[in-house]
Each structure stands twice: as structure tokens, then as C-alpha cells.
């Protein structure tokens, strides 16, 4: 992965203030008014601002924005389950979403009035000391891992969001971004709440608060008005929402944010990651969690059990869990989990859709290897992103893998640092050279993605220097060349790289003896390869809007980059 080159003289980007509102299907092939721009657009105009104007700036690279992260004891109360220890444990294993901020509200389950609620900038082992964690007393709560995309790196923007209603308390943390922010914005400052901050997530909290149109006549209808949100704003977003003794999981009706289920178990019981007992008996659970991902759930003593489905509401209570409402995509449309979650986001060991996302990268390897093939003498990798894929590489080549850089693990990711200056200081000081490994021999180096391409140029140099014959630069996925408005943060166009340079003149940029992508094609044949769900019927298919420019819900008039 790599980090932001220098501005683009496209000057495609329009800067407009109309209300986002319906939505167009549309493939975006628009023409680029600069010389210098090699975008290869069409037809079909498309106005663009930026995304963050007006609504806090955020210099960053190709970033997720979040991980959420949600608990619950059953049986009764108070439960033996340490529940901020386990949301924090929790966090820590979605730290590689965001590094920016994060925050853990706990109830109590008795008073609908108050949570227990601590936030923070910064790494979660740093935000949550022995101090902070004593105050979290709980029975259920939920969690967020932070980095910005629709609002800026500012303290007033870490999550969960905690609002008071004529009810009580509520709590909403949100992965994701409301392709419609504007009109729900609007909608919502109409019914006259205040808003305090320019976060998507904010505004979930506060739209979740008015009632749906059918109205209520016994109280709130959280699942009515949660299913209401869902039908003013399709995508794209996984939530866990908290009220005094229960827990929403939420996963928008495309499915585009990846959301999953855990048991607790008692300590003692059997796990295997397929979520079934080694004995085939079904455990009692002593608790039950909800996460973006299910990389964790095995540190905290949790079993995989299931994803949340595209469009579910799924109720967590001390009694289970159940769905409570199912809301259906529009007629037509597809299932659309972003294939990034694959390619670079989740960490390698999480499930998605029955498959790890380690066999995922593996078979993407193998296809590259299908499609570009080189004589080399050795296969590497740019750690760690991109060593499965080298794996698979090497085993269908039948090429030798072997490292050829080494990582110093005490300087964060370089794309996930907000600064430009940072994120370019970090791949210097990243990687060193393994030069007995290098010296002399032809290099198939292989790395997930290239969105700028201003980092493997250096780690080419740096390759050249510790005596390599020949740098080949392999991707394990297709040149990025549309941006995304679905909680990816890719600005712009004319800032990607592979919108101005083949994959021949990329190579003579970074210095490579011959670059080469996996084609969309081949990416989509590996991530359905080892998939447990037939992509047939809507069911299993993926947003690629990053590649091809087919954005899955449409995109709106106006579009608010």
C-alpha cells in the first residue's frame, strides 16, 4: 500500500451546493477538461466537489474509517462477563481500521437515563487505562475504532455518539458513510435538532430519534424507527445502536460494510473457527458480541457464529439474540460487500462469507500468477499486506518464496496516518533490506495495492541498492481509478495514480524492470473461489466501484465528493 503523490492539474472537481437527493444509476466515464490528465472519460458529466468540504478536512490516502465492536451478558445481571475488558480486547483487534480515536459506552442496564462512556485520540492501550476501565461498569456496551473520513481527526468526533432522548439514553457507533448525508442532513436539521459536529454518525444518532412515519402509540418503536433510518439511507453503513438493555446490529440493505456475530463461551468450552463445538454439543452462551470483524473473537473466549445479513436488524438482549426486520435492497439491485475488504482492509485470519480472508489473498496470488508470469528467481512481498498473495504467487509459479525486506513493526501504517508528511517520513523509516536474500537475483515483488504510487518507488530503489538483478512489481488487484463515497476514503480522480500513467509508464516512473495488475476479472474469480455462498440471486456479489466505476446503489445528481 502507498501513500498520496503530488496534486493532478485536473480540474474536473465543481464545487456546488444543492441538497444530495435522488439517486442515478450510472457508470462514471466523464471527460477531463486538463491535457495533462490521462483519465479515461467518455461521456456522461458528473459535477464534483470535494467530499469534506464543509464538513472538516482530512489530507489521507486510500483509508477505512472505523471498526465497531458491541457486548452483552445473558442470563442474569450483573453478568460474570467483564464487559469493557472484552470491548476493549475487542478494539484492540480491529485497531488496524483506525488509529485515530476511539471510545467504549457501557450500560449498566438499570437507568435508561445515564451510560457509562469514556473516549479518546489516539491507540486504544492508550485511551483505556486502569483508571478509564474501572468507570465502564457495565452489563452491555459498545465500541468504536476511528479513523476520519466525513468529519475531521477532532476529539468532538469520536464515537460512539451518545444523545438523550424523551426516552433515553441512546448510543450509535457507525462503520461506514451515508451516500445521501446532505438530504438526511437537511431532513433532520428541518425537524429542528441541532447538530454539534459534520460526522455521518451523528447524524444516524439524531435521525434515530425521530419518530417513523407510521408512528408509535406505546412508546418507541426502535426496530420501526431503526428501519425508517434504513429506507432514507440505503448505504453504507454497519451500526451497533444501545439503549439502556439491548443492542441493534445493524447492516445496511447492500451489505457494503461487513458486520458479524460471536458467542461468549464458559471458560473451558471447545472452539473451531467454522463456529461449531469440537463435540458437537452447543454451548450455553454467557454472553454474546457483534463486530466488524471476527478477528478477535477467539482472543476474548468468543466462537464465530454467523455474519449479519444484508438489510438485518438483529436485537441482542440478556435473553439471545434474534431478527427483528430484514429491509430489502430495491428491486434489481445486488448485494454489494466492498471487495477492499479483501484486497487490503480486514486482517487476514477475519471471516467473510465463509472463507478466510487469508485463502482470499492466497488465490489472488495464484491468479496473478495465472496472468503475469516472469522468469525471476525468487517471489516477495511487501510486508504484510501483501505475503499471502506472494504465497499463492509462488506456489503456482513454483518460483521460490523469500523475504527480501524486512519491517520495522514500531512505525504505524503508513497509509493510515493522516499527514502527508508522515505518511512519506514512515516508508523511509519502514523497511530495511534483506541483502543476502536480494544480491543478484530477479525479484518478483508483490504488493496488494498501488493508489499513488509515490512508496514502491522507493522500496524498489531501496531493493536496487542491496544488489537486486531485476525488480518485477506485481499487484494482487486491479489499478484503483474511481473514488469511493461508501466510507473509503479515495479523494479524487485525478489524485490516482493509474488515472494518469499505464502500467508501462508506472513502471518506468517507479523504477521497475515491468509492473502488472490482477485484472477485476481475476480478482473476483479469487475472492469467489473458496466462497461458501453462491453468487447467484443478489446474494454474495461485491461492490467493485473502485475499480470500474459501477457504483451499486447509483450515484446521486450531485455528487459530493
Known amino acids: 500500500m502507498d501513500g498520496p503523490a503530488g496534486p493532478s492539474p485536473c480540474r474536473l472537481r465543481e464545487r456546488r451546493d444543492e441538497v444530495i437527493t435522488p439517486m442515478k444509476r450510472l457508470k462514471v466515464n466523464d471527460s477531463c477538461p486538463s491535457d495533462s490528465c490521462q483519465c479515461d472519460r467518455t461521456q456522461g458529466e458528473v459535477k464534483i466537489k470535494s467530499k469534506r468540504f464543509g464538513r472538516g478536512a482530512v489530507e489521507s490516502g486510500l483509508t477505512h474509517e472505523c471498526g465497531v465492536f458491541g457486548a452483552i451478558g445473558t442470563g442474569d445481571w450483573p453478568t460474570q462477563v467483564d464487559i469493557a475488558q472484552v470491548i476493549c480486547l475487542g478494539l484492540v483487534a480491529l485497531q488496524h481500521r483506525g488509529q485515530e480515536s476511539a471510545g467504549i459506552v457501557a450500560s449498566e442496564g438499570k437507568s435508561a437515563r445515564t451510560f457509562n462512556t469514556h473516549k479518546g485520540m489516539g491507540l486504544i492501550n492508550n485511551i483505556f487505562n486502569d483508571e478509564a476501565m474501572k468507570k465502564l461498569k457495565g452489563n452491555l456496551g459498545i465500541g468504536h475504532t476511528r479513523y476520519s473520513t466525513s468529519a475531521a481527526s477532532e476529539e468532538v468526533n469520536c464515537q460512539p455518539f451518545v444523545v438523550h432522548t424523551a426516552h433515553g439514553a441512546l448510543a450509535v457507533a457507525h462503520n461506514g458513510e451515508l451516500v445521501n448525508c446532505s438530504s438526511l442532513r437537511k431532513m433532520v436539521l428541518g425537524r429542528g435538532v441541532g447538530l454539534s459536529t459534520h460526522s455521518d454518525s451523528e447524524l444516524i444518532t439524531q435521525a434515530l430519534c425521530l419518530n417513523p412515519p407510521e408512528g408509535e402509540t406505546n412508546g418507541p418503536d426502535w426496530p420501526a424507527r431503526i428501519n425508517h433510518l434504513m429506507r432514507l439511507a440505503p448505504l453504507s453503513y454497519s451500526l451497533v445502536i444501545m439503549l439502556k438493555d439491548k443492542i441493534y446490529a445493524v447492516r445496511d440493505p447492500y451489505g457494503n460494510r461487513p458486520l458479524c456475530l460471536g458467542k461468549i463461551l464458559p471458560m473451558g468450552s471447545s472452539f473451531l473457527l467454522n463456529g461449531c463445538a469440537k463435540n458437537g454439543v452447543e454451548d450455553k452462551a454467557e454472553g454474546w458480541v457483534v463486530s466488524s470483524e471476527s478477528c478477535g473473537f477467539l482472543s476474548i473466549g468468543a466462537r464465530y457464529v454467523r455474519e449479519v445479513l444484508p438489510g438485518e436488524i438483529v436485537e441482542m438482549s440478556r435473553h439471545g439474540i434474534r431478527t427483528v426486520d430484514v429491509v430489502d435492497r430495491p428491486a434489481g439491485k445486488h448485494q454489494a460487500f466492498c471487495i477492499f475488504e479483501y484486497v487490503y482492509f480486514a486482517r487476514a485470519d477475519s471471516l467473510f462469507e465463509g472463507q478466510m480472508v487469508y485463502s482470499a489473498r492466497l ?199
Open 363 to 561: 488465490q489472488c496470488g495464484r491468479m496473478l500468477a495465472r496472468e503475469s508470469p516472469i522468469d525471476a528467481d525468487i517471489v516477495s512481498s511487501v510486508p504484510e499486506s501483501g505475503t499471502a498473495a506472494a504465497h499463492g504467487y509462488a506456489r503456482q509459479s513454483g518460483i521460490p518464496f523469500m523475504e527480501v525486506l524486512c519491517k520495522n513493526r514500531y512505525v504505524g501504517r503508513t497509509f493510515i496516518q493522516p499527514s502527508t508528511r508522515l505518511r512519506q517520513l514512515g516508508v523511509a523509516k519502514k523497511f530495511g533490506a534483506l541483502s543476502e536474500n536480494v544480491r543478484g537475483k530477479r525479484i518478483v515483488l508483490i504488493d496488494d495495492s498501488i493508489v499513488r504510487g509515490n512508496t514502491i518507488g522507493p522500496i524498489i530503489k531501496l531493493l536496487r541498492d542491496a544488489g537486486a538483478a531485476e525488480v518485477h512489481i506485481r499487484i494482487a488487484s486491479p489499478p484503483l481509478k474511481y473514488p469511493c463515497y461508501m466510507g473509503i476514503n479515495i479523494p479524487t480522480r485525478e489524485e490516482l495514480i493509474a488515472n494518469k500513467m499505464d502500467s508501462f509508464k508506472l513502471a518506468e516512473h517507479v523504477g521497475a524492470d515491468s509492473l502488472t495488475y490482477l485484472s477485476v476479472e481475476g480478482l473476483v474469480s479469487a475472492v469467489h473461489y473458496n466462497m461458501k455462498v453462491t453468487p447467484s440471486d443478489g446474494v454474495g456479489g461485491h461492490c467493485t466501484a473502485c475499480l470500474t466505476g459501477d457504483y451499486p446503489g447509483g450515484l446521486p445528481d450531485d455528487v459530493d465528493w
